[in-house]
């Protein structure tokens, strides 16, 4: 559903941004520190948002069962 896309696409996206936010800062300093510290934070919510519509996609239809 929705809500588990989200949650393991925002944690893919986080990492992920951090990863080249980290490796732009050390090797190019194409960025400074502030955005290092806050670009992973937005792209969880956008890619987070992302995996949310798509999980919602994907599982359409399908009823979860309440034991």
Request: proline fraction near 1%; avoid cysteine.
């Amino acid at each position: 559903g929705f809500w588990h896309g989200m949650r393991i696409v925002a944690n893919m996206g986080f990492m992920l941004s951090l990863a080249v936010g980290l490796t732009q800062f050390s090797m190019a300093y194409l960025v400074d520190l502030t955005a290092v510290r806050t670009d992973p934070y937005v792209s969880a919510v956008w890619s987070g948002l992302g995996g949310g519509v798509v999980g919602l996609v994907l599982g359409g239809g399908k009823t979860e069962e309440v034991a």
